[in-house]
């Protein structure tokens, strides 16, 4: 990827090739939900490359994550409500 490229290869529908004669399918989302998930554990993820050479993308999470507590309304407590 050149420089530009790396600048938007997060963004949600971003794809290096948009031309209708790509090799490769996709709706450009999976890199930007990765980066997103990423985040969400409190981790990111980086991305190096050279044109003609190929990309690393490194991820980097914490050992423990910290997920809050969620609560979701059972069907019981669902017919409690009026």
Do not use: K, N
Not at 26 to 32: D, E, P, V
Request: net charge negative; proline share 5%; aromatic share 8%.
């Amino acid at each position: 990827m050149t420089q530009e490229h790396l600048g938007t290869v997060f963004d949600a529908f971003s794809q290096v090739d948009p031309s209708m004669t790509r090799r490769y399918d996709g709706t450009g989302l999976g890199l930007a939900i990765s980066q997103r998930f990423c985040q969400m554990m409190g981790g990111h993820i980086t991305v190096e490359s050279e044109w003609g050479e190929g990309s690393i993308f490194t991820i980097c999470l914490p050992r423990v994550v910290s997920v809050p507590q969620t609560h979701f309304i059972t069907d019981a407590e669902e017919a409690d409500e009026p």
